[in-house]
T-cell receptor
């Protein structure tokens, strides 16, 4: 089983819908992150969390929200999806300042 | 100016060749540096950290030049399986904030 699991792997939905992407990890890491990747751009940080009670905005948090339900779970929500949120989304984890480990990604298409 | 810039390539090389490419970063306060590998439509995976004195991991050699603010990756004896996009990643505050380059694509042909 993967150490960092994202669900769903693929999702197609319509503009205005609420969507939740989920991430769970078995690595025991305290830090979790959500990124999006668009063609020709580097990964961009949406939100990050250092602990269950700690939530921080990244560089592109507008239109997104997150919930850290447990140390092992970090979900990303799009309250009202719009087409320019079509992207590849990655969850990542790390222990302290160590390199981050990524989940398999969620390919999200918003029509 | 982007925080991390990479030549997108692609670098097309034959098997057995050596290929090298650089990445520049804008923030002189950057603390740590990494190369990640990303296969098409897959997650990035850590290839290697980059240390101040330079370091090797098998056929891969990474160098850091703080004065000129760039890091490099050299791949010797290229294999078909080295075909991927290589992401340059810079940690500015040695904490959480990773800045990613858009990647350099390498294609190794038989």
């Amino acid at each position: 089983d993967a150490d960092v699991t994202q669900t769903p792997r693929n999702r197609i939905t319509k503009t205005g819908k609420r969507i939740m992407l989920e991430c769970s990890q078995t690595k025991g890491h305290d830090r979790m992150y959500w990124y999006r990747q668009d063609p020709g751009l580097g990964l961009r940080l949406i939100y990050y969390s250092f602990d269950v009670k700690d939530i921080n905005k990244g560089e592109i948090s507008d239109g997104y929200s997150v919930s850290r339900q447990a140390q092992a779970k970090f979900s990303l929500s799009l309250e009202s999806a719009i087409p320019n949120q079509t992207a590849l989304y990655f969850c990542a984890t790390s222990a302290g300042g160590q390199p981050q480990h990524f989940g398999d990604g969620t390919r999200l298409s918003i029509l | 100016r982007k925080e991390v810039e990479q030549d997108p390539g692609p670098f097309n090389v034959p098997e057995g060749a050596t290929v090298a490419f650089n990445c520049t970063y804008s923030n002189s306060a950057s603390q740590s540096f990494f190369w990640y590998r990303q296969d098409c439509r897959k997650e990035p995976k850590l290839l290697m950290s980059v240390y101040s004195s330079g370091n090797e991991d098998g056929r891969f050699t990474a160098q850091l030049n703080r004065a000129s603010q760039y890091i490099s990756l050299l791949i010797r004896d290229s294999k078909l399986s080295d075909s991927a996009t290589y992401l340059c990643v810079v940690n500015i505050y040695n904490d959480y904030k990773l800045s990613f380059g858009a990647g350099t694509t390498v294609t190794v042909r038989a």
